[in-house]
Every structure is written in structure tokens, then in C-alpha cells.
């Protein structure tokens, strides 16, 4: 894995999450964010097609809106 960092919330508090690196192996995204509470993780699995689960090795992450500008600069980058 080859990863070059793309960029950090511009707000966060001490320069450390949200996250988001380009894999140049591949071109995929590694994002870190923040986790989801109990409430946020009822609301994805109520609005995401009823035969997906969130298996075990996956998790949803929740970025700020403010990062669009960061993922369309990793996703331009690929």
C-alpha cells in the first residue's frame, strides 16, 4: 500500500480526523472518521437495501460536509 495523504478537516479541533489518503497501488480512498452512534447506525440500516448488513470487517464513518472539497481532490487524483 502506497498511501499519499490528501487532506484533514479543516475544523478539526487537533489536526487529526477526518482523514482522507489515495492508495496510488489502486486508486482507492482511506478515510478516517468518526464513528457512528447507536441512533445514526439504526438510521443506515432503516435507509440502506433491506438484504445488506454491515458485516464484522466494515464499519460506516461519518465525514463533515466541509470535506466535499477533500474527497473530490482524492477522487480527482486517482
Do not use: C, Y
Not at 478515510?31 to 458485516?55: H, L, R, S
Request: hydrophobic share 40%; glycine share 8%; charged share 25%.
Amino acid at each position: 500500500m502506497a498511501l499519499r495523504f490528501v487532506g484533514v478537516d479543516p475544523n478539526t479541533p487537533n489536526t487529526g480526523s477526518p482523514t482522507v489518503w489515495v492508495d496510488d497501488a489502486d486508486g482507492s480512498l482511506v478515510i478516517q472518521g468518526w464513528k457512528m452512534d447507536e441512533a445514526g447506525m439504526a438510521d443506515v440500516a432503516a435507509t440502506g437495501p433491506k438484504w445488506e448488513t454491515i458485516p464484522d470487517h466494515e464499519t460506516v464513518l461519518r465525514l463533515p460536509a466541509r470535506m466535499v472539497p477533500i474527497l473530490k481532490d482524492a477522487i480527482g487524483d486517482s
